[in-house]
């Protein structure tokens, strides 16, 4: 299985973003996916999680409000959109999935595949 992300971009302080991971040849596969993001110097973070299962989502208190993650079953995609950015908003964004049940949905090592990262800056 493959995954894919896309949608990075530069946006302004204030806008909107939506990344969407592509999962080849389907979501189905996996118990949960993530999103992380990594910026220069920094450790990777975690910003959310959804469960295939019941689509019970998860977010850190950085991004809670702001940033929802979602699936599209008939598209094999997770999408993560991003409103209200901020500068400290701006890394590198990964999609990951979990193919078995984890507590450490919150932890990259909860995760089995990786897509490679989509650029997201936030200008001020």
Not at 26 to 31: A, G, V
Not at 63 to 72: E, L, M, S, W, Y
Request: hydrophobic share 30%; glycine share 10%.
């Amino acid at each position: 299985v493959q995954l894919q992300a896309s949608g990075g971009g530069l946006v302004q302080h204030g806008g909107s973003l939506r990344l969407s991971c592509a999962a080849s040849p389907s979501t189905s596969h996996y118990y949960g996916f993530g999103w992380f993001r990594q910026a220069p110097g920094k450790e990777r973070e975690w910003v959310s999680f959804i469960r295939s299962s019941d689509s019970v989502t998860y977010y850190p208190d950085s991004v809670k409000g702001r940033f929802t993650i979602t699936r599209d079953v008939a598209k094999n995609t997770v999408y993560l959109q991003m409103n209200s950015l901020t500068p400290e908003d701006t890394a590198v964004y990964y999609c990951a999935g979990a193919s078995k049940p984890t507590f450490y949905y919150h932890h990259y090592e909860g995760y089995d595949d990786w897509g490679l990262g989509t650029q997201v800056t936030v200008s001020s």
